[in-house]
């Protein structure tokens, strides 16, 4: 079992930014990968950045390449999300998710635990 708790959301200005971070406890957070995903109202959940669990490799939406970064310390058994140059098309939940197979993988179904999400808004 894992368990994620999102935090970090909230409502910030277009061209601002917010950190989310994501504690995990459970299984020995070092041994899966990460990955955080959205949700906009009236939207499918979509994929955001993934991480492996050695913070190795990284992957981005094409939406967010180059204004956000995934990083994780297995130390304090967090995941990262620093989201730069915000604007009103990154308003929605944001969740992470563990992944306990071979991961990181993209498609949500393939994440075995979620988070219960933390908001973010950007006004237009």
């Known amino acids: 079992q894992v368990q994620l708790v999102e935090s970090g959301g909230g409502l910030v200005q277009p061209g601002g930014s917010l950190r989310l971070s994501c504690a995990a406890s459970?299984?020995?957070?070092?041994?899966?990968?990460m990955g955080w995903f959205r949700q906009a109202p009236g939207k499918e959940r979509e994929f955001v950045a993934a991480?492996?669990?050695?913070?190795?490799?990284?992957y981005y939406a094409d939406s967010v390449k180059g204004r956000f970064t995934i990083s994780r310390d297995n130390a304090k058994n967090t995941v990262y999300l620093q989201m730069n140059s915000l604007n009103p098309e990154d308003t929605a939940v944001y969740y992470c998710?563990?992944?306990?197979?071979?991961?990181?993988?993209?498609?949500?179904?393939?994440?075995?635990?979620w988070g219960q999400g933390t908001q973010v808004t950007v006004p237009s």
């Open positions: 991480i492996s669990w050695s913070g190795g490799n990284t």
């Open positions: 459970g299984r020995t957070f070092s041994s899966y990968a």
């Open positions: 998710a563990a992944d306990l197979g071979l991961g990181p993988q993209l498609e949500d179904y393939e994440y075995d635990y």
